[in-house]
Structures are given as structure tokens and as C-alpha cells.
């Protein structure tokens, strides 16, 4: 026997079940979201490598944006520059349907010994400062890269910065290896 009430109770339970499925996925979407904004959207990532040359040929490799290319490549982006053609001021922009767009500008230059730079991807939403310092080690140049970024109110992205380290760390190793054996090849 089946009372007006238990088919009300069915119809509750039916309709409730969902609603509920939905409130749970909303709020931990919501969760998620307030994590990821008390995440630290900062990051910072620093490697090093032994160049076998003297501080001013390796100095000639990172005043000038064009050659980045030739060791810290981003691929096959098209690459417009602008400004002097090395030191400050110096700017690399591109557009590219994946990588999106980006500015690459060298802030300021100690002549043989540091490279400060700052690059400005999506409009600025993301901004990286970076810095290489030359320093004499034996017969070579030690070269110290730094980078420092901000992920800004994305909070999404708080989830990355935390790995930062390891991903950025890795491109950036690759990177000086690629200058190393660019420079010794000469």
C-alpha cells in the first residue's frame, strides 16, 4: 500500500538527490577557488651553469634579444624587435596562438657581469623578472639565472606556482646548457 505521503517522499528524494549532487560540486568548486587565492601566486626558480669562456663573450649572448633565440628559444614564434638592438631597452614582442602574446625587455645591463630583464605575457597579466649574472670561475664564467613571477588574482594558477621550481627549473637548465655549448662552439 502506498500513501499519498510515500509518493511525495519519493518525488522529494528524486528531486532533492540532484540538487544536492550540485550544491556539493559548488561548493567545492568554491573551495577550490578560495584555496587556490590564499595559494602563494608567487614563485621564484634560480640555476647555474659553467661556461666555458670569458664573462665578456658570454655578456655578448644575453645584451641582446636576438640571440636569445639561439640558446632560450621559444620555437616557432615570430619574433618582432624593437628599441636598440642590445642593452636596455632592448624588446622582443610575439603574438602566437598558443604561447599568447608577450613582451621580453632588457631593463638594465652591467657591461659583462648582469642582465636584468623583465618579460609580460597576456597584456600583463603574468610577469616575470629575471636576472643573469656573470661571475669569472677559473678559466670560465659562472652564469647564475634568476626569474621571479607573479601569477597575479588568477587563483587557478596558485595551484602552479608552487611547482614553479621544478617546471620553470628544468627549461631554464636546458637553456644554459644550450648556452654553454653555443659558446664553446663559438
Do not use: C
Not at 97 to 109: Q, Y
Request: avoid cysteine; aromatic fraction near 10%; charge should be negative.
Amino acid at each position: 500500500m502506498t500513501s499519498p505521503r510515500g509518493g511525495r517522499a519519493e518525488a522529494q528524494f528524486a528531486f532533492s538527490f540532484p540538487l544536492k549532487v550540485l550544491a556539493t560540486a559548488a561548493g567545492l568548486l568554491i573551495l577550490a577557488l578560495v584555496v587556490g587565492w590564499l595559494l602563494p601566486a608567487r614563485w621564484e626558480v634560480e640555476r647555474n651553469v659553467l661556461v666555458d669562456a670569458a664573462p665578456d663573450v658570454v655578456y655578448s649572448w644575453l645584451e641582446d634579444p636576438r640571440r636569445w633565440d639561439d640558446w632560450a628559444s621559444l620555437g616557432e614564434v615570430e619574433a618582432r624587435f624593437s628599441g636598440p638592438e642590445r642593452g636596455p631597452g632592448a624588446t622582443r614582442r610575439w603574438d602566437h596562438p598558443e604561447l599568447g602574446d608577450g613582451v621580453f625587455t632588457i631593463l638594465a645591463t652591467v657591461p659583462h657581469r648582469e642582465v636584468r630583464y623583465r618579460v609580460r605575457v597576456q597584456q600583463g597579466s603574468m610577469v616575470t623578472e629575471g636576472m643573469l649574472r656573470l661571475e669569472p670561475e677559473g678559466e670560465g664564467t659562472r652564469v647564475t639565472w634568476r626569474e621571479r613571477g607573479d601569477f597575479g588574482w588568477n587563483p587557478l594558477l596558485g595551484y602552479l606556482a608552487p611547482s614553479m621550481d621544478r617546471m620553470q627549473g628544468a627549461q631554464m637548465e636546458g637553456a644554459l646548457e644550450r648556452l654553454a655549448r653555443r659558446v664553446a662552439a663559438g
